[in-house]
């Protein structure tokens, strides 16, 4: 279901998203709000450049002692009574899941929000299986509902207008056709997942940190639904990608700091849950994941991608994402880290995503682990285009133009037949086949460069 | 006096030979001895930033020698210091590699940082929007980025502040991209043009006559658009203003 | 197994050379006086009703009020009158999603996001503070701290089998980012603060 066939180049979806301007328009504006939030509350603590800082040495320390630490947050989890998983890829996460499922002869599942989840297309297969897996953050409901992926890793539905909401609503939970004030649609939604919660066998939700020194995970939302699940159902698995890992408790109060602020501009989520033992008569699992995160590890210039505290805070910023939306990154993960992490798991799929920024720093500068994200996706393209992803025609103009700036007589001959080809036959550059002219026009063509002007001019 | 060799990048040379030479006549007026070295042809950012930075050896070997013996390279664009900057290699000479990163600035921060120009005796009495580029502020820190907590600088705005009767102003999203992007401009053409519309449009709510920067390739694009929509709204670098 | 095996070994090979854990900065503490004005302003912002009291007289006379007037209500809180047996960490939820209102204490709050640590030790079930309708957290003001640093240093989040920070009411902006308060959880949060 939420499985991509084939994925379409993100600058022909993004073409086709802003051929609606205004939907583009409104797009932009709502995430440049969620944007200006977070600028407003990261402005008022002196210590934000700092605490950046420190939470991306937490996570370069975590990251380099890695393995210790799982085993230490194993080791401690089991003592509290909690099973642990590992799975090495997306098919054995959900296999994982299935064989617990199946166990406890489970027919209904409630789940929070969990990228890894989505990564791992544990939806489709549970319900291939016949299983009902329920999304319960309501941004997730929305988009299951309509049978799409998430568009947003923080804000699921972000590329819906409450109209679609209330299409969809009215569809699946007959409220009243037309009746789009979000406060209704969330109630309706409240009624209907208040159901779930309660039916429910088994919850899952993803982790948002999980601390070596104690065996213990924390899970954050606003909702309340991972809560919801997690104490109503007899049994609750957490599934985490390893990267995963803080070393101790106290380091929680600088990432905690930190997500919310960048995400929504909230100073915290509402609800801040840290799950150490199941409760009594309660089943508690832990799915570790890697699905290529070793790998990603092992490339030096990658490495601290894995750093990432999933707050989107690079989504909301950039300039391209805003008026390209998330589907058009063809990925669970979509934004400037989507680009970084998902070349990783596979290139052929994902070359184009490089290529969807301008390289403008944003990213790299709201990023509250300090990712270097625009420095990565620069070096992604000359992996790709060293790997064999580049398009032949791309490689070949390329080629040219190395040969022409590698020879200042070649290239004093082109730029003069370039700047006269361009004087005295606009219709023959100016065309449609022309991406540059397309919506703009080409600059108009001096008739010396300055080459000439200098040489002309230097003495006099 | 300082010994200035320009480094006018390519297209700039090309299409817009004026920039180049407001930036060459401010230099010597400032009292700098300006050389253009006439073999230079441009510094490769094209090709790495569309991952080919393999290709760029022999055009960083005939910038390196353009410039090796340079006490400053200084360049009216940005983008194109900061690929100099970041990405200028030569294995025939790293050292004078080395000597050229470390030597290259843009037009703007050489004015403040080097020559500490305090006062200009210019007059440019018109409305003009900023238009602040990535490469120069994010790349090179010639201003405060608003994403970060840190106290607020403009080294172009700091030299406009001199110029009698400039009317500054900056558009609502005081720093976000023009979406030129290098060949981003064409492969993502549909997102390009759109993000280059917003930014015109929040510059047109402040009746500007002129949008100016520091970068010739964001002008550029700006330009195409602005001439596309038949705007009345003009492009000028800052090297022509401070020249004026 | 084997995966567990294969992952931790692909980790050991590809992570990179050990980096030092940096050390905590110390983070002072705040004036109290501050600390409570910051911490009522933050409530407030985020859809929090603060009350502030000199003892327990008025809470309890909340209580009685609430329950005289048909609404379910669980106190946990022993200041406040017994408290609820009927509740216990077997109670289904189908029973607990009857609740109205519940008593809660809160071990400690924070001034830059309001938030208040719960944990096993003071509820009867987990589900409690999500799954009733409207909420009622009392913290002591000498509780208080200035941030999340502070927090931590002063309690144990590990020390039960499960806590949580509870920053205001349930709440969503899924839908066109309007903000709407009563997501999932408690559609409302009180706070009293007893100096």
Not at chain 3, 125 to 151: D, G, S, W, Y
């Amino acid at each position: 279901m939420e499985k991509f066939l084939k994925p379409v180049e993100h600058a022909v979806a993004a073409e086709k998203f802003i051929s609606d301007e205004a939907r583009t328009n409104w797009h932009d504006e709502t995430l440049w709000f969620v944007r200006a939030k977070r600028d407003k509350i990261v402005h008022k603590l002196p210590e934000w450049e700092s605490l950046r800082e420190l939470g991306s040495q937490i996570k370069n320390h975590a990251l380099s002692n890695l393995d210790t630490y799982l085993l230490a947050f194993e080791k401690n989890a089991q003592a509290n009574g909690v099973k642990v998983h590992w799975a090495a890829d997306a098919k054995e996460h959900n296999e994982i899941i299935l064989e617990i499922a199946r166990k406890n002869n489970v027919k209904k599942i409630v789940k929070s929000k969990s990228m890894l989840t989505e990564e791992c297309h544990l939806n489709p297969f549970l319900i291939s299986k016949g299983i009902e897996v329920v999304d319960t953050d309501l941004g997730e409901r929305i988009v299951q509902f309509r049978n799409e992926p998430p568009s947003h890793i923080v804000l699921p539905a972000i590329h819906l207008k409450k109209q679609d909401v209330s299409d969809t609503f009215h569809e699946h939970l007959h409220t009243e056709k037309g009746n789009n004030d979000p406060q209704y649609l969330t109630e309706a939604a409240r009624q209907h997942l208040r159901n779930k919660f309660i039916e429910a066998d088994l919850s899952i939700t993803g982790v948002n940190f999980a601390v070596a020194e104690t065996g213990g995970f924390v899970v954050c939302t606003n909702e309340g639904n991972a809560d919801m699940g997690a104490h109503a159902a007899k049994i609750h698995i957490a599934c985490m990608g390893f990267e995963k890992i803080i070393p101790k408790a106290e380091h929680l109060s600088v990432f905690l700091r930190l997500l919310t602020r960048s995400a929504t501009g909230q100073p915290i989520t509402t609800y801040s849950s840290h799950f150490h033992r199941p409760r009594k008569g309660q089943e508690m699992h832990i799915v570790i994941v890697d699905n290529g995160r070793s790998k990603q590890l092992g490339r030096e210039d990658f490495r601290n991608s894995l750093k990432c505290i999933r707050c989107a805070a690079c989504f909301n910023t950039c300039p391209v994402y805003r008026r390209s939306g998330g589907h058009s990154y063809h990925n669970a993960t979509a934004g400037p880290i989507g680009s970084i992490l998902n070349p990783n798991i596979n290139m052929r799929e994902n070359a184009d995503l490089p290529f969807a920024s301008t390289l403008c720093g944003s990213c790299t500068n709201v990023c509250p682990v300090k990712i270097n994200i625009h420095e990565q996706l620069w070096k992604w393209r000359q992996v790709l285009t060293e790997e064999g992803y580049a398009s032949s025609g791309k490689t070949a103009g390329m080629k040219g133009m190395a040969f022409v700036l590698s020879y200042p007589k070649v290239f004093r001959f082109a730029g003069k037949a370039g700047r006269w080809i361009i004087r005295m036959f606009p219709g023959l550059v100016n065309n449609t086949l022309n991406p540059w002219y397309k919506q703009r026009e080409m600059p108009v063509a001096p008739k010396h460069s300055f080459r000439d002007w200098y040489i002309k001019n230097k003495k006099a | 006096m300082k010994k200035v060799s320009l480094f006018i990048p390519c297209y700039v040379d090309q299409f817009y030979p004026n920039i180049a030479v407001a930036t060459y006549e401010l230099l010597q007026k400032l009292g700098c001895e300006v050389d253009y070295p006439l073999n230079q042809t441009c510094c490769g950012q094209p090709l790495a930033n569309s991952g080919f930075n393999g290709m760029t050896s022999a055009c960083n070997k005939n910038f390196t020698e353009n410039f090796k013996d340079a006490d400053y390279v200084v360049c009216p664009s940005g983008s194109c210091a900061l690929h100099i900057k970041e990405h200028l290699h030569d294995d025939a000479n790293p050292a004078a590699a080395e000597r050229i990163r470390n030597r290259v600035y843009e037009l703007t921060e050489f004015l403040t940082d080097i020559l500490k120009v305090k006062q200009l005796n210019v007059s440019f009495p018109h409305k003009v929007g900023m238009h602040i580029s990535c490469h120069g502020q994010r790349g090179l820190h010639l201003s405060s980025m608003t994403e970060l907590v840190s106290p607020e600088f403009s080294k172009p705005e700091q030299l406009l502040n001199m110029v009698k009767g400039l009317e500054l102003s900056y558009p609502k999203r005081k720093d976000e991209c023009c979406g030129f992007g290098g060949t981003f401009c064409v492969f993502e053409e549909a997102v390009s043009v759109k993000m280059g519309k917003d930014r015109l449009t929040e510059h047109e709510e402040n009746n500007i006559e002129y949008i100016t920067g520091g970068d010739v390739s964001c002008l550029m694009h700006l330009e195409g658009i602005l001439r596309r929509q038949k705007s009345p709204v003009k492009i000028i670098h800052i090297a022509e203003i401070l020249n004026s | 197994m084997s995966s567990r095996e294969d992952i931790l070994k692909a980790i050991s090979q590809n992570k990179p050379a050990l980096v030092e854990s940096p050390a905590m900065p110390v983070y002072p503490d705040s004036d109290q006086t501050s600390v409570l004005e910051q911490f009522i302003q933050t409530a407030e912002l985020i859809g929090s009703k603060v009350i502030q009291l000199k003892d327990w007289q008025e809470i309890i006379l909340e209580f009685e009020n609430a329950k005289a007037n048909g609404k379910f209500v669980v106190n946990t809180i022993s200041e406040i009158g017994t408290p609820d047996v009927s509740i216990d960490e077997m109670s289904s939820s189908v029973d607990l999603e009857k609740i109205d209102l519940s008593f809660v204490r809160g071990q400690l709050g924070v001034a830059e996001n309001s938030a208040i640590w719960v944990d096993d030790s003071n509820l009867p079930n987990r589900l409690l503070p999500f799954i009733c309708q409207h909420l009622v957290l009392v913290v002591e003001a000498k509780t208080l701290v200035a941030t999340m640093h502070q927090a931590y240093e002063k309690i144990n989040t590990f020390k039960t089998g499960w806590g949580a920070f509870i920053a205001g009411p349930s709440k969503t902006a899924d839908i066109e980012q309007s903000l709407v308060i009563g997501a999932h959880g408690a559609r409302s949060l009180v706070i009293y603060i007893l100096s």
